[in-house]
């Protein structure tokens, strides 16, 4: 028929197009082997941060041992109503005894670390954990930029004290304080 005689004209057309394109596009097939491991390790590390999270505060013993820095985080965790299965590592080297250093919590999915995170602010109200902090685990590039907007957050803070600024989605957020309060 002719229709299809037409539907079959066009598609080769369009085949012979594609391809000569293609074949002047120069197009390197063949992705270098440095660029393929560093991509899966890049992907590997950010799966390894969406089940870890970072807390801040948790009193250090010298003495102490995994067990107990585990049983403490537990029960941090159980103030907000989470009890994941997670193991607990101290990070960075002790400088002296007056500080103690952070925790990273890894648990068994990033579900568990959205739902420690979006509870984390509880922990304020607790009598035993209220200086206690939980943040994601961030990459080096990432905590870089991360201070440089708490940085630009104190200084809002500082110059225009009549708005309420915060910190939603890595993006400063400003709102008048009158309009929270008329609103409650």
Same mark, same amino acid.
Do not use: W
């Given at each position: 028929?002719?229709?299809?005689?037409?539907?079959? @004209?066009?598609?080769? %057309?369009?085949?012979?197009?594609?391809?000569?394109?293609?074949?002047?596009?120069?197009?390197?097939?063949?992705?270098? $082997?440095?660029?393929?491991?560093? #991509?899966?390790?890049?992907?590997?590390?950010?799966?390894?941060?969406?089940?870890?999270?970072?807390?801040?505060? &948790?009193?250090?013993?010298?003495?102490?041992?995994?067990?107990?820095?585990?049983? %403490?985080?537990?029960? $941090? #965790?159980?103030?907000?109503?989470?009890?994941?299965? #997670?193991?607990?590592?101290?990070?960075? *080297?002790?400088?002296?005894?007056?500080?103690?250093?952070?925790?990273?919590?890894?648990?068994?999915?990033?579900?568990?670390?959205?739902?420690? &995170?979006?509870? $984390?602010?509880? &922990?304020?109200?607790?009598?035993?954990?209220?200086?206690?902090?939980?943040?994601? @685990?961030?990459?080096?590039?990432? *905590?870089?930029?991360? *201070?440089?907007?708490?940085?630009? &957050?104190?200084?809002?803070? $500082?110059?225009?004290?009549?708005? *309420?600024?915060?910190?939603?989605?890595?993006?400063?957020?400003?709102? @008048?304080?009158?309009?929270?309060?008329? @609103?409650?």
């Amino acid at each position: 028929s002719a229709v299809k005689t037409s539907v079959e @004209d066009t598609v080769k %057309t369009e085949l012979k197009m594609y391809s000569a394109a293609v074949k002047s596009a120069n197009f390197s097939p063949v992705i270098p $082997a440095a660029t393929v491991k560093t #991509l899966g390790k890049t992907i590997v590390e950010e799966e390894d941060r969406s089940k870890s999270v970072v807390i801040f505060g &948790l009193p250090e013993e010298p003495t102490e041992k995994e067990e107990e820095l585990t049983a %403490t985080v537990e029960s $941090a #965790l159980q103030e907000i109503g989470e009890k994941p299965r #997670l193991s607990a590592n101290r990070i960075g *080297r002790q400088k002296s005894s007056s500080t103690s250093r952070p925790v990273k919590v890894t648990v068994s999915s990033s579900a568990a670390v959205d739902q420690i &995170l979006f509870k $984390a602010r509880l &922990l304020s109200q607790s009598k035993t954990y209220n200086r206690v902090f939980i943040s994601p @685990d961030r990459s080096p590039v990432q *905590r870089v930029e991360h *201070r440089a907007l708490v940085q630009t &957050l104190k200084d809002m803070r $500082a110059s225009d004290p009549s708005k *309420r600024h915060y910190i939603s989605k890595c993006k400063i957020v400003s709102s @008048d304080k009158s309009k929270l309060t008329n @609103d409650s």
